[in-house]
């Protein structure tokens, strides 16, 4: 475990991600207070919000998430004749 300032984490927050991904938890400090932490996804023992869920989820590879934005609107198509349901089987006849 290891521990950084916020100055220090923001000039070299890709070296800590590093080593976080390699196992080691990362403590954050502010003027020499710990106020987070940093810790491989897998060693969370029970997460509280859905979006943490889902990341443990896509950590041990479970699911993939999403890489764009869900639609915001989906409209409805309005089809004339017969239902759809009818048609299909009338074509396996």
């Avoid at 041990?60 to 409805?76: A, D, E, M, N, Q």
């Amino acid at each position: 475990m290891s521990t950084v300032g916020i100055k220090d984490l923001k000039n070299r927050l890709t070296h800590y991600l590093r080593r976080t991904k390699q196992g080691e938890e990362v403590i954050i400090t502010e003027r020499g207070k710990p106020i987070a932490m940093i810790q491989p996804i897998q060693a969370v023992a029970q997460a509280v919000s859905l979006d943490a869920r889902l990341a443990q989820l896509a950590a041990r590879g479970l699911l993939t998430l999403p890489t764009r934005k869900p639609l915001k609107r989906v409209s409805l198509a309005r089809v004339s004749g017969p239902p759809t349901s009818k048609t299909i089987l009338a074509d396996r006849r």
